[in-house]
């Protein structure tokens, strides 16, 4: 036998009431804590489609490694950067950026290493990175405030930074 068990209206509606707040509850505060995203292409000043590599500093601006150079958002507009070489050789297209524990920003090419200057708004050359010809680079990681792991495409390089920078293979 089939037993029927009576509910109350008044108790159904105390349930369905109990279960919109409970549903609402739920989806205002998945809205309070959902992340703003936003799009940000060339139209909106970013030099290039291409973003191979991004990064955050410590003042909140978003760094951009493009396949026409390096972009610096700061919530508004974006300033564009290029990693000019000083002996003449054809200018890369920037393959990373990272920012550092040290708040130091660098980018880096297939051979060049730059680090950005905040007093002359450019990226500069560390000179204490030569990668031989047949290498190229591939992955750089920030360990300490002054050392950072360089991956090439043959060899793993230690740069300390200090007085004479140094590369250690």
């Known amino acids: 036998a089939v037993g029927l068990v009576l509910i109350n209206s008044d108790l159904l509606m105390k349930f369905k009431s109990l279960f919109i707040l409970l549903t609402l509850l739920f989806i205002c505060s998945a809205s309070i804590y959902a992340d703003t995203f936003i799009k940000l292409s060339t139209e909106h000043g970013l030099s290039n489609r291409r973003v191979f590599q991004s990064t955050k500093d410590h003042k909140g601006y978003l ?15 974006f300033t564009h950067y290029y990693l000019d070489q000083k002996d003449n050789r054809k200018t890369e297209k920037p393959k990373g950026i990272l920012s550092t524990p040290a708040n130091t920003i660098y980018a880096y090419t297939e051979k060049t290493l730059t680090q950005y200057n905040p007093q002359t708004d450019q990226f500069d050359l560390v000179e204490a990175v030569d990668i031989p010809n047949n290498q190229t680079l591939q992955v750089i990681n ?11 495409s043959n060899a793993l390089y230690l740069l300390t930074m200090g007085k004479d920078n140094q590369l250690i293979e």
Not at 63 to 70: L, P, R, S, V, Y
Not at 142 to 152: E, N
Request: net charge negative; charged share 20%.
């Open 63 to 77: 760094w951009f490694a493009t396949a026409a150079g390096i972009d610096r958002y700061n919530g508004e507009s």
């Open 142 to 152: 920030p360990i300490s405030k002054d050392s950072l792991w360089i991956g090439t």
